[in-house]
T-cell receptor, first 113, second 115 residues
Framework: GNSVTQMEGPVTLSEEAFLTINCTYT??????LFWYVQYPGEGLQLLLK?????DKGSNKGFEATYRKETTSFHLEKGSVQVSDSAVYFC????????????FGAGTQVVVTP | EPEVTQTPSHQVTQMGQEVILRCVPI?????FYWYRQILGQKVEFLVS????????KSEIFDDRFSVERPDGSNFTLKIRSTKLEDSAMYFC?????????????FGEGSRLTVL
């Protein structure tokens, strides 16, 4: 079946450091790929998405490129802020499903001043 | 900005009891979902709901679970005969269009503790 694997956390960084969170997936067909973020005490919010190979999703300085050849969707940000401290979830959605997203385990990111 | 709201934020119940978790999806959305996250584990799909019926459900969604949209605004998850392993954060989500390429909007979650 479909699945998502992302790097374990927590990831601790200093402000202005470069952030990468690895995400790889296994899927049949042509899934859409997503990064969701969960700030403390809040629900999951869509950060960015890509619906086909080679698409790049971007938002709030974060980027991820849908790489079909490596089945990856790594999240990057060039200069993190304390406010980026959160849990980040990689997810995929089957083309034939009805919102049945497969989520990764989540990666906690802690940014220190 | 429209949002998905969930109540209660935290529910504590005794094993064997019934609980109802409530959600108010975004008003013009058509697709509704429940997910759950056991502490320290992945967010897992439970069920999707469209046009007043279940579209898809996971193996977690056994016959103790049911969903209902009793009126035009609420979407509820009922768990009968609760078990210790039902303890989790339950997230409601909604989508305005076919979700495989669209965004799911999540509520803040309802934490269920079964003692």
């Amino acid at each position: 079946g479909n699945s998502v694997t992302q790097m374990e956390g927590p990831v601790t960084l200093s402000e202005e450091a470069f952030l990468t969170i690895n995400c790889t997936y296994t899927a049949t067909g042509y899934p859409s790929l997503f990064w969701y973020v969960q700030y403390p005490g809040e629900g999951l919010q869509l950060l960015l998405k890509a619906t086909k190979a080679d698409d790049k999703g971007s938002n709030k300085g974060f980027e991820a490129t849908y790489r079909k050849e490596t089945t990856s969707f790594h999240l990057e940000k060039g200069s993190v802020q304390v406010s980026d401290s959160a849990v980040y979830f990689c997810a995929l959605s089957d083309t034939d499903s009805w919102g049945k997203f497969q989520f990764g385990a989540g990666t906690q990111v802690v940014v220190t001043p | 900005e429209p949002e998905v709201t969930q109540t209660p934020s935290h529910q504590v119940t005794q094993m064997g009891q019934e609980v109802i978790l409530r959600c108010v999806p975004i008003s013009n959305h058509l697709y509704f979902y429940w997910y759950r996250q056991i502490l320290g584990q992945k967010v897992e799909f439970l069920v999707s709901f469209y046009n007043n019926e279940i579209s898809e459900k996971s193996e977690i969604f056994d016959d103790r679970f049911s969903v209902e949209r009793p009126d035009g605004s609420n979407f509820t998850l009922k768990i009968r005969s609760t078990k210790l392993e039902d303890s989790a954060m339950y997230f409601c989500a909604s989508s305005g269009r076919q979700p495989n390429t669209g965004e799911l909007f999540f509520g803040e979650g309802s934490r269920l503790t079964v003692l």
